[in-house]
């Protein structure tokens, strides 16, 4: 029975040997190609056309590539949180490229299911009176197996006092 236990051991002992060496070569080349990642942020929203009781929206995504080569993309994925819940998703099979030290927009259609929007009105009727909404904005620049760039920003959104007078 020891001897069993011996060969499992060398063989967990091989094979955490070579996944040490996979990951710190891996790594390496991350450091020899990469760079600084991309700023991704939001550069506009426009209100388009839906279907039945769903919202929809142009986001449109301005990409600046702070690194010394362009940066190819092919797809886009955008997902919105509000209050922690789902609110809105969109992808978008643009593709192009940002130039070295350059930026570019690239526009995602954004939909709101009408389910979501119900949900979220009945969570800013009840809102604190602090009128403050978080949110999540996710998102993925897709660019092949290496090249893929995901984001995130977050924060809170303001909402306006309902119901009080202005002087």
């Excluded at 995602?108 to 009105?121: C, D, G, H, N, Y």
């Amino acid at each position: 029975m020891s001897f069993f236990r011996v060969l499992l051991s060398r063989r967990h002992a091989r094979l955490a040997t070579i996944l040490a060496v996979v990951t710190l070569t891996l790594n390496g080349c991350a450091g020899l190609f990469g760079g600084d990642p991309l700023r991704v942020n939001v550069a506009g929203i426009e209100p388009v056309d839906g279907q039945g009781l769903e919202m929809r929206f142009n986001v449109k995504l301005r990409v600046q590539n702070p690194n010394e080569s362009a940066v190819n993309f092919d797809g886009v994925s955008l997902s919105l949180e509000l209050n922690g819940k789902p609110f809105a998703s969109g992808v978008s099979d643009q593709g192009g490229t940002v130039p070295r030290f350059g930026e570019t927009v690239v526009n995602v259609p954004l939909t709101v299911p009408a389910f979501a929007a119900v949900r979220q009105a009945f969570a800013f009727a009840s809102a604190t009176q602090s009128g403050q909404i978080p949110y999540i904005l996710r998102g993925k620049l897709a660019g092949g197996l290496t090249s893929t760039t995901r984001f995130v920003d977050q924060g809170t959104l303001s909402l306006p006092a309902l119901g009080m007078a202005l002087p």
